[in-house]
């Protein structure tokens, strides 16, 4: 039976559409359901406070980090969403005065414009964040070399180079967007051998980083969270780190806030992962196959699916 089209954007592909059953099962879900989705190679775990769950998620750079010596070079590959635990991070380097002179960081994507990266002086841009809000603040005796930061860039050579050179990367964290990515892996346009079947999941596997569009949804959510709603001051397309990076990073950590993503999309990426229903409509069930994901909620965020009028 052929797919339905979209209900947000019908040249695109993304989560709605999937079957209604599973979109109605995750909306069902309740806290106690989440919890119970866990299993081998998938984890769930809540934080009562944002203080914890921001504070936990600056500790995996920490734990990354402290493995890191002159015959084991250790890395951690971070979004720009959340950013809230970059300057915790900041922080905690400098009062343990951890040493960072074998440590590395990947920042996961970077917005595109007219084919070239974003300038680093651009107020959007992601390695711009990474350092004002992190970098920056580390004390200049125990900073990571700049030449252990990889930022992507339009030559996504280098980038690609720097997960092959031995390299571990302990942890790749993210946040959830809108149409349920993780990065600016977003959904394909629903175009050319795409028209009417979306990828197949060997087929988005096997991408790596590249340049990409970015699905109206994304544009509109970075507006919001970014922009104060201009969506016209939002690039439409990206540079992102792709699943063959993703896959040799030792853990993967989603951090959900209840900020980018609603109540709905927070339970619809948990319930896929957690069944093992892959579908590259919604790319973060792709994880599903990684083996070792942990989802990270703030319970407050949390939220519930349900009709209330305000």
């Known amino acids: 039976m052929a797919r339905k089209l979209s209900m947000l954007a019908s040249e695109w592909w993304d989560f709605t559409t ?49 493995q890191a010596n002159d015959n084991n070079p250790v890395g951690v590959c971070g979004p720009i969403g959340p950013t809230e635990q970059l300057p915790l991070v900041a922080r905690l380097v400098n009062e343990l005065q951890l040493d960072l002179s074998n440590a590395h960081f990947w920042g996961m994507d970077e917005w595109v414009i007219d084919g070239k990266e974003m300038d680093v002086s651009h107020p959007l841009s992601f390695e711009k964040a990474d350092r004002e809000l992190c970098f920056n603040k580390i004390d200049k005796k125990l900073r990571i070399p700049d030449a252990n930061l990889h930022f992507p860039k339009a030559d996504t050579k280098p980038y690609i180079d720097s997960w092959n050179n031995g390299i571990r990367c302990a942890v790749m964290q993210g946040g959830q ?25 060997e087929e988005f596997m096997e991408l790596s980083t590249r340049i990409v569009d970015l699905h109206p949804a994304t544009c509109m959510q970075n507006a919001r969270t970014s922009a104060g709603g201009i969506v016209t001051g939002i690039p439409t397309q990206a540079i992102t ?19 980018h993503d609603n109540p709905f999309g927070q339970r619809l990426t948990a319930l896929m992962i957690g069944k093992k229903i892959i579908d590259t409509t919604v790319p973060m069930s792709l994880l599903a196959a990684h083996p070792n994901v942990q989802f990270n909620y703030y319970r407050g965020g949390i939220g519930e699916c349900i009709t209330e009028m305000h």
Do not use: C, M
Not at 38 to 51: C, H, I, M, Q
């Open 241 to 259: 780190v792709g699943p063959v990076q993703t896959w040799k990073a030792e853990k993967v950590s989603i951090w959900l806030a209840g900020i």
């Open 177 to 201: 967007g809108d149409v349920k990515h993780w990065a600016f892996n977003d959904p394909f346009k629903r175009e050319g051998k795409y028209k009417d079947t979306p990828p197949s999941p």
């Open 18 to 66: 999937l079957d209604d059953e599973i979109l109605n099962d995750a909306a069902k879900l309740t806290e106690k359901d989440l919890l119970e989705l866990s299993r081998e190679g998938f984890k769930v775990v809540l934080y009562d406070t944002l203080e914890d769950f921001y504070l936990a998620e600056a500790l995996e750079y920490i734990t990354a980090w402290k």
